[in-house]
Structures are given as structure tokens and as C-alpha cells.
């Protein structure tokens, strides 16, 4: 019978961490569905049932995976990542169907938020150790 690998725990860990990531990349796509949710359901006629729906299954989605994947990602770096897809998602968002301001300043800001989020990944995304 064939023994394991010396350094199978250290798959799991990384899997492990490669599944966080991806549940919290999925949560920062989410975040961009629930302000966008709230702009098409809010209008000057009343309320709409779908998009506000589409809230509400947007935030608890996005909060459900920003809880799995901080079981292997410090919270600092989960949450900072988290915020910052949501921010340049919405703004993108914004720019695409609003017709919001494209302006180099403001591309240049989210920029930043992107550099802040790609540090975060090459800098916080040790696995956490569970005891």
C-alpha cells in the first residue's frame, strides 16, 4: 500500500485557500448586485419587486461567502478585498448602464483601489491556522 505524501497536509491548506479565494471573489461580485439592485428598484413611480428582490439574494450571497472564505483568509485582507471588487464592479457598472462620469480622475482613484486589492492578495493571503 502506497504511503501519502510527506506535504499532502500542505495541499489541503493551499485548496483550501485557493477555494477561499474563489468563494471570495464570487462575494465581491455579488456586492456589486445589491447596490445595483437598489438603483433599478428604487424609482420615481414607486418601488419594484425584482430588483429589490435581487438585493436582498445579492447581500446575503456576498455575505454568505465573505464568511466561508474568511475561514482561510485573515479578515483584514478578506474584507478589504471584498469591499474593493464591490467598489470598482459598481462603479464599472455605473459607467456602463447610468451613463455615470467617465473621467481619467476617477478611473485613476479606482485604480488605486485595484492596486490595493492585488497587494492585498500578494501580500495577506497566508492560510490561517485552525485549531
Do not use: N
Amino acid at each position: 500500500m502506497r504511503e501519502p505524501a510527506a506535504d499532502a497536509p500542505g495541499r489541503d491548506r493551499r485548496k483550501d485557500l485557493t477555494m477561499a479565494w474563489a468563494c471570495l471573489i464570487a462575494a465581491g461580485i455579488f456586492e456589486i448586485g445589491w447596490p445595483l439592485g437598489l438603483k433599478l428598484g428604487w424609482t420615481d413611480s414607486g418601488l419594484r419587486f425584482w430588483p429589490l428582490a435581487w438585493s436582498v439574494v445579492s447581500m446575503a450571497a456576498s455575505g454568505i461567502l465573505l464568511l466561508i472564505a474568511q475561514r482561510a483568509i485573515p479578515i483584514g485582507t478578506a474584507y478589504a478585498v471584498w469591499t474593493g471588487l464591490g467598489a470598482i464592479g459598481t462603479f464599472l457598472v455605473g459607467i456602463a448602464v447610468f451613463r455615470e462620469p467617465a473621467t481619467a480622475a476617477r478611473f485613476a482613484c479606482v485604480g488605486l483601489i485595484a492596486a490595493g486589492i492585488i497587494g492585498f492578495k500578494l501580500t495577506g493571503s497566508e492560510p490561517l491556522t485552525t485549531s
